[in-house]
Nanobody, 118 residues
Framework: QVQLVESGGGLVQAGGSLRLSCAAS????????MGWYRQAPGKERELVAS???????DYAESVKGRFTISRDNAKNTMYLQMNSLKPEDTAVYYC????????????WGQGTQVTVSS
């Protein structure tokens, strides 16, 4: 059974930091490209950051220079370090895993709430 479990969300003041974690089980983690998405109320889900199986990273323009995505294949875990948080970063953050070859193997976590107060 595949599970992606996010943790680390919460309430933080603007300018603060949070680190999200996504712990994966039931998959061969190193074979999956990973990503963080977010969805704010009334808005579509958007890609925040992604990391390939060989740890190449990409970021949404809105978070470049503030967020850092990383992965630890030994721990089957992905991270998102979020610094200089802004109220507009408030959203539910979701973890996603996509197999590098078999695109139908596409999994989501349940999400973790991040709220940034002004």
């Amino acid at each position: 059974q595949v599970q992606l479990v996010e943790s680390g969300g919460g309430l933080v003041q603007a300018g603060g930091s949070l680190r999200l974690s996504c712990a994966a089980s039931g998959i061969s983690f190193s074979s999956y490209a990973m990503g963080w998405y977010r969805q704010a109320p009334g808005k579509e889900r958007e890609l925040v950051a992604s990391i390939t199986t060989d740890s190449r990273t990409d970021y949404a323009e809105s978070v470049k220079g503030r967020f850092t995505i990383s992965r630890d294949n030994a721990k089957n875990t992905m991270y998102l370090q979020m610094n200089s948080l802004k109220p507009e970063d408030t959203a539910v953050y979701y973890c996603n895993a996509k197999h590098q070859l078999y695109r139908s193997r596409d999994y989501w976590g349940q999400g973790t709430q991040v709220t940034v107060s002004s």
